[in-house]
């Protein structure tokens, strides 16, 4: 079986000797093979990279987590380290300066009409217009006017339309 087998593989390699006299054949499965492994390389590359972003990532959101707490300690006056202390002085100042500019645009930004026009009617908060509830209580803004009134035939119970004559299902005459 065995050399059937041997027989077999000089066979064809007889055969693509033939068929590939010029060597274009093997030069193409080369060519092929070189460009497989180029492709994937990049791939490999391309998923490193990722991997790369999302570790960043997950970097970046423990970084704000740990300033967060570091914060927070500090806001509780329990902050012992000076060099983290002084570092979160510099965030209290940005904190005063943020809250002096938004007093600076209160006063040149206009106010709308509509936020001095409507008020609340519970609360007496200015509400945006066309709001149905405040921002402030949650109180109903506008009052709900009446549904208009449904009719229906009394032939099949189908719904009309306040000036129908017919109802569109069973052809009955609309009496009024």
Known sequence: MSELFDRLVESAGQVISEVDKGGQIQSAVTGLRQRLAETERRRRVNLIKQEIRDLQTQEAGAINALSAQVLALHDAGTLTQPELVSLCKGVDE??????????????????????????????????????????????????????????????CGSDLRESAQFCPKCGQAVER
């Not at 008020?119 to 549904?147: D, K, L, N």
Request: proline letters at 11%; a positive charge; aromatic letters at 4%.
């Open 94 to 155: 940005v904190r005063v300066q943020i809250k002096e500019q938004q007093s600076e645009l209160k006063k040149v930004q206009p106010s709308g009409p509509a936020a001095t026009e409507a008020r609340c009617p519970h609360c007496g908060s200015p509400v945006v217009g066309g709001a149905a509830f405040c921002q402030t209580c949650g109180g109903r803004i506008v009052e709900e006017s009446a549904p208009p009134p449904v009719l229906y035939c009394v032939q």
